[in-house]
């Protein structure tokens, strides 16, 4: 929701970013961003093309939303395992506590991009040093072949030449590394967060945030832990299948000139709420497209109508639905449980969700809608709060 915002302060918005991260360092951090997005709408569409085609099962009733999730838990763990085993990780290369995290990656032909980075950014010396006790997140070369270029793999990394391109390549590598030893099992069940050793910027952007159910661990909502516990004499590494970007731009910033949320943009103008979600914070936002409000009566089915809106009670109204799609922590998809009852920040008592966990994709249904709606796509990771795209706007109980 908060995206909208940024129609009465984005120039104020733009300056800021300006002076804050050079033009050149926020086009490499938007291309980081997109390739993320891209990937993770690619991998819901190939993965979970059958809970796609079935997503109009989960709103007949709560038995077979229950085995929806369980049949996810066996799919998305099984991948998990099977990704893996296809790049070669078993039980014989775990690691051993006599190697270095830097000698393991050499070791192992799927970190090769990763050590190349590693080299070019001068960060070798601190990811071997004896006295360090850390926790790596290792990208696989496949997942450095997602990124754009000069990125995405060993060469063109070691071509780089341009200082900021390597600076931010730097800040990527610190954002993926804890200053303390943590193995899967010590990581909580459901939501929890790190901070990593990349330096502070941008509120929120040197935070990892960690997604635990069913035993898979995903990390800001797209990345999977494939191959945990990797120790090593000075850490372990945990085999990721997605390069994590760290945030650059606010819940509203991202949602800049996205035509798709115009009428959204027009509910929070008139109802005075635009300005809730620029600063920090750690929100979720379901935000529903144009089409998604089409389906409402007037006077809240478009821009138009609701900027002509002048009777306070409508107003009221509408507030308390925008309220309905908010809550005050970050919720991925791998997040929302099953049938799991989340408060929003509408009015009480009637400001609950019921949510249905997903692998990029997920479900959400307001007491007054008539079945789920699903998300996508989901898990945008913003400086302050995560944004679910969803195609139909949630009604509260009247």
């Given at each position: 929701?908060?995206?909208?915002?940024?129609?009465?302060?984005?120039?104020?918005?733009?300056?800021?970013?300006?002076?804050?991260?050079?033009?050149?360092?926020?086009?490499?951090?938007?291309?980081?961003?997109?390739?993320?997005?891209?990937?993770?709408?690619?991998?819901?569409?190939?993965?979970?093309?059958?809970?796609?085609?079935?997503?109009?099962?989960?709103?007949?009733?709560?038995?077979?939303?229950?085995?929806?999730?369980?049949?996810?838990?066996?799919?998305?763990?099984?991948?998990?395992?099977?990704?893996?085993?296809?790049?070669?990780?078993?039980?014989?290369?775990?690691?051993?506590?006599?190697?270095?995290?830097?000698?393991?990656?050499?070791?192992?032909?799927?970190?090769?991009?990763?050590?190349?980075?590693?080299?070019?950014?001068?960060?070798?010396?601190?990811?071997?040093?004896?006295?360090?006790?850390?926790?790596?997140?290792?990208?696989?070369?496949?997942?450095?072949?997602?990124?754009?270029?000069p990125f995405n793999n060993a060469a063109n990394i070691n071509a780089i030449s341009d200082q900021t391109q390597i600076?931010?390549?730097?800040?990527?590598?610190?954002?993926?590394?804890?200053?303390?030893?943590?193995?899967?099992?010590?990581?909580?069940?459901?939501?929890?967060?790190?901070?990593?050793?990349?330096?502070?910027?941008?509120?929120?952007?040197?935070?990892?945030?960690?997604?635990?159910?069913?035993?898979?661990?995903?990390?800001?909502?797209?990345?999977?832990?494939?191959?945990?516990?990797?120790?090593?004499?000075?850490?372990?590494?945990?085999?990721?299948?997605?390069?994590?970007?760290?945030?650059?731009?606010?819940?509203?910033?991202?949602?800049?000139?996205?035509?798709?949320?115009?009428?959204?943009?027009?509910?929070?103008?008139?109802?005075?709420?635009?300005?809730?979600?620029?600063?920090?914070?750690?929100?979720?936002?379901?935000?529903?497209?144009?089409?998604?409000?089409?389906?409402?009566?007037?006077?809240?089915?478009?821009?138009?109508?609701?900027?002509?809106?002048?009777?306070?009670?409508?107003?009221?109204?509408?507030?308390?639905?925008?309220?309905?799609?908010?809550?005050?922590?970050?919720?991925?998809?791998?997040?929302?449980?099953?049938?799991?009852?989340?408060?929003?920040?509408?009015?009480?008592?009637?400001?609950?969700?019921?949510?249905?966990?997903?692998?990029?994709?997920?479900?959400?249904?307001?007491?007054?809608?008539?079945?789920?709606?699903?998300?996508?796509?989901?898990?945008?990771?913003?400086?302050?709060?995560?944004?679910?795209?969803?195609?139909?706007?949630?009604?509260?109980?009247?």
């Amino acid at each position: 929701m908060v995206v909208f915002m940024v129609l009465i302060n984005q120039s104020k918005i733009i300056t800021t970013m300006q002076t804050t991260i050079s033009t050149r360092l926020l086009q490499y951090c938007r291309l980081f961003l997109l390739a993320i997005l891209a990937a993770g709408i690619f991998a819901s569409c190939k993965k979970n093309n059958d809970v796609m085609d079935n997503s109009q099962l989960i709103v007949e009733n709560e038995q077979q939303a229950v085995s929806q999730a369980k049949q996810l838990e066996r799919t998305a763990t099984a991948d998990a395992q099977k990704e893996a085993e296809a790049l070669g990780f078993n039980n014989a290369n775990r690691g051993s506590s006599q190697q270095t995290i830097v000698e393991i990656a050499v070791s192992n032909p799927n970190f090769s991009t990763l050590v190349a980075a590693v080299l070019k950014t001068g960060l070798a010396g601190a990811l071997s040093s004896p006295s360090a006790n850390l926790t790596v997140f290792a990208p696989t070369n496949a997942a450095f072949a997602k990124l754009p270029a000069p990125f995405n793999n060993a060469a063109n990394i070691n071509a780089i030449s341009d200082q900021t391109q390597i600076s931010f390549l730097k800040n990527v590598l610190l954002y993926h590394v804890l200053g303390a030893e943590v193995f899967s099992f010590q990581v909580s069940n459901g939501s929890s967060s790190a901070a990593t050793l990349k330096p502070a910027g941008n509120s929120n952007d040197n935070t990892i945030y960690f997604s635990k159910t069913f035993g898979l661990i995903r990390v800001n909502g797209q990345s999977d832990v494939i191959w945990p516990n990797l120790d090593a004499s000075n850490g372990v590494i945990h085999v990721i299948n997605k390069v994590l970007i760290f945030p650059t731009n606010n819940i509203a910033e991202i949602a800049i000139g996205n035509p798709d949320f115009s009428t959204l943009v027009a509910a929070l103008v008139k109802t005075n709420l635009a300005g809730v979600f620029t600063g920090s914070g750690d929100f979720t936002v379901f935000v529903p497209t144009n089409a998604a409000f089409a389906q409402l009566p007037a006077p809240f089915n478009n821009a138009a109508n609701i900027n002509n809106i002048s009777d306070p009670a409508q107003v009221a109204a509408l507030a308390n639905i925008l309220k309905y799609h908010v809550t005050a922590n970050r919720n991925f998809t791998w997040d929302l449980g099953i049938l799991k009852r989340t408060a929003t920040l509408a009015n009480a008592p009637g400001n609950k969700i019921t949510t249905i966990l997903g692998y990029n994709t997920g479900w959400v249904k307001g007491d007054n809608n008539n079945g789920y709606t699903q998300i996508l796509p989901g898990d945008i990771l913003a400086t302050n709060g995560v944004v679910h795209v969803i195609g139909k706007v949630l009604l509260p109980k009247n």
